[in-house]
């Protein structure tokens, strides 16, 4: 072979194991599913059960964040959503009482490496723990997983902050932005979740401000989005309202760049929740 044939042989060859080592981007979703025990007649969990299921199947994400979860809702995931692994536990005893913050990935594309939870209070490692103003007991949920294909490893973590108490809420923040480095060991970091504030808020800034202990994270709509508009709502309780803002993130390390991000609404007057989902497009950089 003649040395430009070698060259173009080995040209692409290089550019076909670096394709084929890249890592395809995450399609991520956060999405309260909104408590079974709730009153709330038409908008029972019975009755919306299938549309949650479906509006989450026509995003299909490789990772899904969940918020509000009890025990049957925690069992009817597992049926619903076969092709994932769920992680967590109930908050109140670390087991079926209380509402999970569950996370799912994909069984084909991910490896488990660890997993686990942590109480968002002054004991975070204590079940059930609870301080500061927090009306609830409030936790974290996370899992080390390793792409299948291309090898690159990151964490995943999903919370819910609560929704009365505003110390809880940026003690929360600051327990979760020093935490997660060491759960991390190094990875990138991918946090989402129904923080109960909006991006004016202190503990917005306490996950997102460049200077501080622990990680600094990044809003992946605000990146996609980087002018704030007036109808950002991600909470509407069941009316559909759009005016406002979102309480609902998908945040992460700089090790990854948001290529597309949505707040999902219905375009037929029926909701799967009191939520909107929140979803990202995330790609290693």
């Not at 004016?200 to 994270?217: C, F």
């Not at 989005?225 to 759009?242: N, W």
Request: with cysteine.
């Amino acid at each position: 072979m003649s040395r430009p044939g070698i060259f173009l042989a080995l040209t692409l060859t290089f550019a076909a194991t670096v394709m084929a080592d890249s890592p395809e981007p995450l399609r991520v979703m956060t999405f309260n599913i909104r408590n079974s025990a709730a009153k709330d007649g038409d908008n029972d969990w019975a009755n919306r059960k299938d549309l949650y299921a479906k509006t989450v199947r026509d995003f299909d994400p490789d990772l899904l964040g969940t918020q509000e979860v009890l025990a049957d809702q925690f069992d009817a995931l597992a049926e619903l959503f076969p092709g994932y692994t769920a992680v967590g536990v109930a908050r109140d005893d670390g087991k079926r009482d209380g509402e999970w913050s569950a996370i799912y990935y994909r069984k084909s594309r991910f490896e488990p490496l660890d997993s686990g939870n942590f109480w968002l209070s002054e004991t975070p490692d204590d079940v059930g723990s609870r301080s500061w103003d927090a009306a609830c007991t409030r936790i974290c949920t996370w899992a080390r997983l390793r792409d299948r294909k291309s090898g690159k490893e990151f964490l995943y973590a999903n919370t819910h902050f609560d929704h009365k108490g505003g110390v809880a809420r940026l003690e929360s923040a600051k327990l979760i932005r020093k935490r997660l480095p060491a759960l991390a060991k190094g990875a990138p970091v991918i946090l989402m979740g129904d923080f109960n504030c909006i991006e004016d808020d202190e503990p917005y800034r306490a996950l997102t401000a460049p200077d501080g202990n622990g990680v600094s994270l990044v809003d992946s709509y605000r990146t996609v989005h980087s002018k704030r508009a007036p109808d950002e709502a991600s909470f509407h309780a069941f009316k559909g309202r759009i005016e406002g803002s979102r309480i609902d993130w998908i945040l992460h390390s700089k090790d990854f760049k948001a290529t597309a991000a949505e707040i999902v609404r219905p375009s037929n007057g029926r909701y799967p929740s009191d939520h909107y989902p929140v979803t990202a497009i995330l790609e290693f950089e």
